[in-house]
């Protein structure tokens, strides 16, 4: 999936592939790719959004808390998380919280502001 991470604008691009080098990375696994269509399908997602199916499957199967994305068409979208946190909810996960990095920011800039 770091090729996806490699494409668009050159500068931007590097940038996102120097972070995304010391990342952990997830196995593609099975259980994810078995996963992916069936939220594609579950979550009313169009063909074209197989990676971004894919994307939330590896969170889902992996047990990651939340995923990050600037994609507010398919992933980071009010209007579809439900569908998409029912199809993880089916086959077994627990769905990931599907957000922008600006709201998680501030989901934590909250939490520190209660904290003081």
């Known amino acids: 999936m770091l090729e996806e991470a490699g494409e668009g604008d050159h500068e931007a691009a590097e940038r996102r592939l120097a972070i995304a080098r010391v990342l952990p990375l997830v196995n593609v696994t099975e259980r994810a790719l078995g996963l992916a269509p069936e939220l594609q399908a579950l979550a009313r997602l169009p063909n074209r959004a197989g990676a971004d199916a894919l994307h939330i499957a590896l969170a889902a199967v992996h047990g990651i808390d939340y995923l990050l994305t600037w994609n507010l068409r398919h992933i980071a979208n009010a209007e579809l998380r439900p569908h998409i946190e029912r199809a993880c909810r089916i086959h077994g996960y627990r769905p990931?919280?599907?957000c922008t990095p600006d709201e998680l920011m501030g989901?934590?800039?909250?939490?520190?502001d209660r904290e003081q």
Do not use: D, H
């Not at 989901?107 to 520190?112: C, D, I, M, Q, Y």
């Open 107 to 112: 989901e934590l800039k909250e939490r520190e």
């Open 96 to 98: 990931p919280v599907l």
